[in-house]
């Protein structure tokens, strides 16, 4: 093991332009800070925040943000994973403040601060290329890479029998679709919930509904792919919204509205759709990062008690929630595994172009 002082030479994907390809180059990666972790990735997710934030994310960059992998080392105060643990990765968040200590680090005061601004809180940035910094640490981790420099915050320990592959979408994309039905909406037994957007978050707020005891479970897409394996994974009914109206198509299945919605793409226009479609006090939960800026509604549409609620992270503690998924996955009731394709850490730029066209339902990049 080299000594802790020093820097390592690593591979990373580096975004050099807003929206330009990725570029596998030689970067540094500095040593863990006293709370850091240092993890060899073995797996990372590409999820639709990553492809998001290219086209304004600081550049240059390493974004990723669904790692998996082993700790090779650990800073001085560090005590909740040890060198050679197999971890997930997760957003990160202050652990002071009052949302942070009342359980909630999904809306933690610093949040933005410390996953988006591409540096540590002091500004620093553990990569760097040619002696200039890189700007990294995004939403915790910046796992399009060999290696990853983590806050001790951002990372699950999991049991070793678990296949590394397939853990790192839960640290955000199931994390997120589960979570927002399983922490948020609650829906009881025999209620109804349609889902806008069938890839692998709304996938997993449907398997979420169908552990949950949902009755009715919709699911709207464009893709006619998806929205059969929607099908497979436990929605009752899919929606084509290419094919007709999907409000008429909507209130066909409830016609007196859904009990609960999910918007996963962030569209305005299809987070009026989700909010129109709801039942006399119905919750809409809005959980997708998309092009839309704003969402506007006629006032009509919220006055008869519906409610709108913003989701992160689907509201949960990490090193909780994960755990929890992962069992309800060995046990065969979280069957993600038909959503997963593979593509080699170097291709990355050929998964990604399948995940902007829809082709996989989860793209994951293996080392």
Sequence with gaps: ?????????????????????????????????????????DSVGICGTDLEFATFFPTPAVLGHEGSGVVEQVG????????????????????????????????????????????????????????APVNAHFL????????????????????KEIDLRLVGPFGCGFQTGAGSVFNVL?????????VFGAGAVGMAAILAARISGCSVIAAVDVNAGKLDTARLLGATQGVDSTAADPREALAAIAPHGFDFAIDTTGRE?????????????????????GPSERMSFDWRSILNGRSITGIIAGSSIPQVFLP?????????RFPIDRLLTYFPFEHINEAVAAVRSGAVGKAVLTF
């Design 186 to 194: 609650r829906p009881p037994p025999g209620s109804s919930l349609v």
């Design 1 to 41: 093991m080299r000594p802790p002082e020093e820097s390592v030479r690593i591979t990373a994907a580096v975004l050099n332009g807003s929206n330009a390809p990725f570029a596998l180059q030689d970067v540094e990666l500095e040593p863990p800070g006293p709370d850091e972790v240092l993890v060899r990735v």
């Design 269 to 289: 226009d299809v987070l009026r759709t989700a909010v129109e479609a709801l039942g006399p006090l119905g919750r809409c939960g809005v959980i997708g990062v």
């Design 324 to 332: 929890k998924l992962l069992e309800l996955h060995a046990a065969g």
């Design 140 to 159: 915790g981790q910046s796992s399009f890479a060999t290696h990853v420099v983590a806050p001790a915050r951002a990372v699950v320990p999991i049991a």
């Design 76 to 131: 001085d105060r560090v005590t909740t994973v040890f060198p050679g643990d197999h971890v997930a990765m997760s957003f990160t968040s202050c652990g002071q403040c009052r949302l942070c200590l009342s359980g909630s680090p999904a809306y933690c005061r610093r949040f933005d601060a410390i996953n988006f601004s591409g540096r540590r809180p002091d500004g620093s940035s553990a990569i760097s290329r040619d002696g």
